[in-house]
């Protein structure tokens, strides 16, 4: 009997309606393709997006069904957003040290680096994720196979009925075909193994001519199947999808049908032959118009660069007129974008005369609001510098004497200069806070109350005392229950002002941390602790929680550092099962860093609805502050 990869009842069996599965998968896969469907336009976009533009790309293919399928696709989007990016960097870093920086003093990280740091990190996660499960189950594949094998061994020379015997050997080879690949390493030798067995079945039972015929009677029957739809794509008008559908017909006749009978073999071929030329020729007559389409779209893309020429070369010298020609350029470059690609001789070109007259843009941007930043930065310390004499009157002894000057201090706030909005909205109602307290105390004959703060404050440093010298309970959730109950006490007890009361916050703070040392618990749980300490006592200032919030940040970002190295290392492993134990303590290493990650990211969820709470807070003062409230009428 003659070798064949496909003997006659599997191809029955397992091979039946692969073509139309198979074709529907493909236009399924077309459908959800987030980029593009041809080759040459995926490069296209690619290559000419920009930074925020690759992150969506990237975004968009991770959460695509088959990402896996369109690694390649991830990978160029990968490749580019680095090259981008550095080009980016390199001119940035330029530009500071034009300006007078030093380089050890530069830093730029954009948002969409952020993104594109998450993404990559959750790409790598899942491509990681991927191959252990893929490892995992060609496993599986292996022992089933090996069990097949086992069970067709045992069917030869077995005394029983014929028909019985052949059913469960379809059986047995419908279960080899459904059971996948097994690891690479093994899957050939299996794959002899299997057929040697199954050729020795069909002698066992003397049916090799007749099996054989009906072998060759399915592979015609499959064959006209896609001779059929391959005549189907040709009359398509959508070329680009014939093409690869036919594509995927060629691998289907190649490898997944065996032969038909000799005298039918040529017959199938031309005729295939003749469907494949037809699709083959519009796809030249599609892309001979492609080439007059490119060409059109290259004179736009011209023009538009020459609109932005003209944009980059006007001058602006207010910061109006600098936003009205920054959204007109960001308008052209959409429309740039959104045109489709030039012919491959003028890609890089185009490219690059784009690319440089929005660089010559921002730098001319850059350095008008570099100036500006740098007036700004005079008017902020001029604000400062009034808002801390205010400050200092009302803290000295001889206030009252001060109204003149507070009054003339009130005249040179306004004639400050522009401030940044996000700043002068702060700086605003600290100053007028300031300025109010001080002509209300005036007012209303305000007298220094240190002689009524004393005993508050002798009262609590005496709690502090008795804190202290407290011995606080070893396990977790006592100690939890212990600082609960301190805390309710301590904040029970009388005000003082922010400038009393935060030094003694910070002793209570010092005290819980010593306690906290010989607590029987978790370094993690430890930390929770103190960060809840350390918020209990930031309540309601804002400049600590900042502080803190910058803290947090830092630490969460060298985490993600030590991440991104060790995921860059894992790349390098050919190895990448458990079984290896490098790689194994590396993946370990990645859970652990993963866990702190989360708790960094945790604190600083928790700073932020902190500093939330206490601008709605503000808000909602002064909003109250401003609407007349009508005079009480109750009965006293």
């Known amino acids: 009997m003659e070798n064949q990869v496909n003997d006659p009842e599997l191809v029955q069996n397992t091979e039946k309606g692969a073509l139309e599965k198979q074709t529907e998968a493909v236009e399924s896969q077309v459908q959800k393709d987030p980029v593009s469907t041809d080759t040459q336009l995926v490069d296209n ?3 000419s997006a920009n930074l925020e533009e690759l992150v969506e790309f990237l975004e968009k293919e991770l959460k695509f069904e088959k990402w896996f399928e369109s690694r390649n696709t991830i990978q160029k989007i990968i490749d580019q957003f680095e090259a981008t990016f550095n080009t980016v960097l390199q001119d940035k870093k330029k530009e500071f040290l034009d300006d007078g920086g030093n380089s050890i003093d530069f830093f730029f990280k954009p948002p969409a680096k952020e993104k594109y740091d998450t993404l990559l990190r959750e790409y790598r996660q899942k491509k990681r994720k991927h191959y252990q499960e893929v490892e995992q189950s060609q496993k599986v594949n292996q022992e089933r196979k090996e069990q097949i094998i086992d069970e067709i061994k045992e069917l030869i020379g077995k005394d029983d009925n014929i028909n019985q015997l052949y059913n469960a050997f379809k059986n047995l080879q419908d279960s080899w075909y459904k059971s996948g690949p097994a690891p690479r390493a093994v899957n050939n030798s299996l794959w002899q193994t299997y057929k040697h067995h199954v050729e020795r079945f069909y002698d066992f039972i003397h049916l090799n001519r007749e099996l054989r015929a009906k072998d060759y009677e399915h592979n015609y029957n499959e064959k006209l199947k896609i001779i059929e739809k391959a005549e189907e794509l040709a009359a398509l008008s959508d070329v680009v999808k014939a093409g690869r559908d036919l594509d995927v017909l060629h691998r289907l006749w190649k490898e997944d049908l065996g032969p038909v009978a000799p005298e039918n073999r040529e017959e199938l071929w031309k005729r295939f032959q003749a469907a494949t030329h037809e699709i083959h020729k519009k796809k030249q007559e599609y892309y001979k118009n492609f080439e007059s389409i490119q ?6 893309k011209e023009v538009l660069i020459k609109e932005m020429k003209a944009i980059s070369e006007t001058s602006q010298e207010t910061h109006n007129q600098w936003q009205k020609a920054i959204n ?12 489709g690609p030039v012919p491959k001789s003028d890609s890089k070109r185009t490219w690059a005369e784009f690319r440089d007259v929005s660089k010559e843009f921002n730098q001319r941007k850059n350095t008008f609001y570099r100036e500006l930043k740098n007036i700004q930065r005079e008017h902020i310390k001029t604000a400062k510098i009034l808002l801390e004499e205010v400050q200092s009157i009302l803290n000295s002894e001889n206030w009252r004497e001060q109204s003149n ?7 040179e706030w306004k004639n400050i200069g522009p401030i940044p909005k996000k700043l002068v909205i702060k700086l605003r109602k600290q100053f007028f806070d300031q300025c109010n307290l001080y002509f209300e105390r005036l007012k209303s004959g305000y007298q220094k109350l240190n002689e009524e703060e004393t005993p508050q404050y002798e009262s609590r440093k005496e709690y502090l005392k008795t804190l202290e010298s407290e011995t606080a309970p070893n396990s977790f959730d ?3 229950d212990f600082l609960d109950n301190h805390w309710k ?9 922010e400038q009393i009361i935060t030094p003694l916050n910070n002793e209570f703070q010092k005290i819980f941390n010593k306690k906290i040392n010989s607590l029987d618990a978790s370094i993690e749980e430890k930390n929770q602790i103190i960060f809840e300490i350390k ?5 309601g200032n804002t400049n600590d929680l900042n502080d803190e919030l910058m803290t947090i940040k830092a630490r969460y970002e060298k985490v993600i550092t030590e991440i991104n190295q060790l995921e860059n290392n894992l790349e390098f492993f050919n190895d990448k099962s458990e079984s290896n134990p490098l790689f194994k303590e590396v993946n370990e290493k990645l859970d652990t860093l993963n866990s702190k990650a989360q708790g960094y990211r945790d604190q600083l969820t928790q700073l932020r609805q902190e500093l939330r709470l206490i601008k709605n807070q503000e808000e909602a003062n002064n909003t109250d502050k401003e609407e007349p409230t009508e005079t009480d009428s109750s009965p006293s």
């Open 405 to 411: 000057r507070m009054k003339t201090i009130q005249k």
């Open 45 to 47: 976009k690619i290559n």
């Open 489 to 497: 006490e301590w904040i029970e007890m009388d005000d003082l002002n």
């Open 295 to 300: 060409k059109e779209n290259l004179a736009a």
């Open 478 to 480: 006592a100690f939890l």
């Open 328 to 339: 007109k350029l960001l308008e052209l470059r959409e429309q740039f974008k959104q045109i």
């Open 535 to 539: 918020i209990r006592c930031f309540k």
